[in-house]
Each structure stands twice: as structure tokens, then as C-alpha cells.
């Protein structure tokens, strides 16, 4: 199990209802997390529509986490 | 070059002075406004919000890209965040060249890609109540071609 900060950024915070939290998880990748809370949570986009960033440099779904990472999931931007 | 995240409203005429360069013949900006209608419905204002660490470095990026593509001199873009009114600037890119063929379409370039790339979110307040994150940025044809 590892420790993880976690982010949360527009759409996502506000289904999440918070801006950050520091949860234990055995999810080994941003994907696998994030389909744990997406079910936890009820988050409406699917995976693979959301981007992951940890330690503020995007990585991809697949990235191993490491105790300590904070991660961010990104939903598809819309700057302009 | 720079790129930075603004909670500040812009000021155009500053930012294109921070651009003065004796060498430059051309000076392309773009402005993004925030407009009163979005596919058929009436908006009232907008919120945008930026992931800033992260929106930082992409744009860091795009503007080395745009260094390397393109023979240009300067090249500013900022982002507002905060909740935005009718009218209100949005965004500003500003870019200088020697000549403006290589202006016109790195500001093009600097723009389609903030769009595209850099973690920034809108929301849309609509006449009816109603509220939406945008979840559709668009790339215009001229990033598509390197892709």
C-alpha cells in the first residue's frame, strides 16, 4: 500500500466535492486509481478521457506510483 | 518568451509594450474574448481555472516549440483564471518577428496549442441557470499539420 496526494482540478473537484486529499491505495497506476474513485465517487468521464500528472509533469495511465507522489487527474482541457 | 497564468485582469497595450524590439518589422496579438453565446446557447459568464504549476511548464513548452519552428523575436502569452464577464479578455498572445509571415503563424501556433494542451478548464454560466465545464478544446488546421 502507498500513501498519495491527490489534486483535484474543475469537473473533477467539483464531483469530488474537495480540492485535494491524501489517500493509502494498492492502485499501482494513475488509470487503476483513478477507475477505483471514479466507482467510489461516481465521476462522470471514463478513464481514458482524463490525463495524469504526478509530481507536476504528466505521466502516462500506465506510470507506477510511489509513496509520497501527488498526483493530479487532468479532465480535457478547454483554455481560449 | 513567457507564459504565465493571470487572476489579474490583462492589459493589452502593457503587454505589447513588454514586446518593444528595435529588430521586429511585425507584431501579430490575439485576443480571446468571452463571448455571450457557445453552440446555440446563450452564456452569461465564464470561470476558468488552471492546474498553474503544470500549465507553467506546458506553456514553457510550446513557447520553445514555437522558437524552433518559426524565426520569431519575442512571443508573450497569458491566461486569465478567475470568473469572467461578457467582454472580458481571456487570453493574450503577442509575438514578434522580422517579418509577419513568421508572426502571424506562431501566434497562431501559441494560441491553437495553449487551447489544446495547457491544463486550463472553463466553465460556461448560461442565461438558463445552467452550468458546464467545456470539455471540447479544438485545434485549428495549422497545429493538425505537424501532427
Known sequence: ?80 | MSFRISSEPLDPTALARTLADARAGACVTFEGWVRNRNEGQPVLSLEYEAYALLADKEGARILTEAREKFDLLGAVCVHRVGHLQLGELAVWVGVTAEHRGAAFDACRYLIDETKARVPIWKKEHYASGVTAWINCATRGDFADAGR
Open chain 1, 1 to 80: 500500500m502507498i500513501t498519495l496526494h491527490i489534486q483535484y482540478f474543475a469537473i473533477l473537484r467539483e464531483q469530488r466535492g474537495l480540492t485535494q486529499e491524501t489517500l493509502v491505495t494498492s492502485a499501482a497506476t494513475p488509470t487503476a486509481l483513478y477507475e477505483e474513485l471514479r466507482a467510489r465517487h461516481g465521476f462522470t468521464l471514463p478513464a481514458d478521457r482524463v490525463r495524469a500528472a504526478v509530481n507536476d509533469d504528466f505521466v502516462p495511465g500506465t506510470h507506477s506510483l510511489r509513496d509520497g507522489d501527488r498526483l493530479v487527474f487532468i479532465p480535457p482541457v478547454a483554455g481560449g
